[in-house]
T-cell receptor, first 117, second 111 residues
Framework: GAVVSQHPSRVICKSGTSVKIECRSL??????MFWYRQFPKQSLMLMAT?????????EQGVEKDKFLINHASLTLSTLTVASAHPEDSSFYIC?????????????FGEGSWLTVV | GEDVEQSLFLSVREGDSSVINCTYT??????LYWYKQEPGAGLQLLTY?????DMKQDQRLTVLLNKKDKHLSLRIADTQTGDSAIYFC???????????FGKGTMLLVSP
């Protein structure tokens, strides 16, 4: 089946530094990728929608200057947490819409645990 | 706005059937999905159903859709301990819109 890979799966960074998380669709082209944040024992919160070759669309309340999204190709989107702080510690999950399925199949990555110390 | 509701917890014994229920409010929902999330992991797409279908079966999984009542269910036959996870129901109004998720149902399967 289709696979979406996220890297790194776990990252610890110092407060004030930036960290980049990659999301790749391994065997399909993704028209759109989504970035979510998940707090413990809660559902997923959509942060932004990333379209290849254009600017990401951010959800209300999500700081675009802090969570930088780049969708450079049909198989890669990156999320950069700029000047991370402890409150940014969370589980970040990406998903990708399979263009070949007519757009109605969405696969998720394994998630990336970010800990800011 | 759209809303998706699920019960938060379900406990079953190994070998029994599990039924996880979901209701949604968006009458324009076209695609309805079930995802499984194991602890510390991402979401695994289990199955999805189009709104013009009533039922979809895939091995141990059966999805039932009552579009009139906006009710979706996932039945897992012969539930195993490895099925213990959080199950998310999600809907989207088209193949190009975002997903709206429920809060997830934690399924606990005891031996």
């Amino acid at each position: 089946g289709a696979v979406v890979s996220q890297h790194p799966s776990r990252v610890i960074c110092k407060s004030g530094t930036s960290v980049k998380i990659e999301c790749r669709s391994l065997d399909f082209q993704a028209t759109t990728m989504f970035w979510y944040r998940q707090f413990p024992k809660q559902s997923l919160m959509l942060m932004a929608t990333s379209n290849e070759g254009s600017k990401a669309t951010y959800e209300q309340g999500v700081e675009k200057d802090k969570f930088l999204i780049n969708h450079a190709s049909l198989t890669l989107s990156t999320l950069t947490v700029a000047s991370a702080h402890p409150e940014d510690s969370s589980f970040y999950i990406c998903s990708a819409r399979d263009r070949g399925s007519g757009g109605n199949t969405i696969y998720f990555g394994e998630g990336s645990w970010l800990t800011v110390v | 706005g759209e809303d998706v509701e699920q019960s938060l917890f379900l406990s079953v014994r190994e070998g029994d059937s599990s039924v996880i229920n979901c209701t949604y409010t968006d009458s324009s929902s076209t695609y309805l999905y079930w995802y499984k999330q194991e602890p510390g992991a991402g979401l695994q797409l289990l199955t999805y159903i189009f709104s013009n279908m009533d039922m979809k079966q895939d091995q141990r999984l059966t999805v039932l859709l009552n579009k009139k009542d906006k009710h979706l269910s996932l039945r897992i036959a012969d539930t195993q301990t490895g099925d213990s996870a959080i199950y998310f129901c999600a809907e989207s109004s088209s193949g190009y819109s975002t997903l709206t998720f429920g809060k997830g149902t934690m399924l606990l399967v005891s031996p």
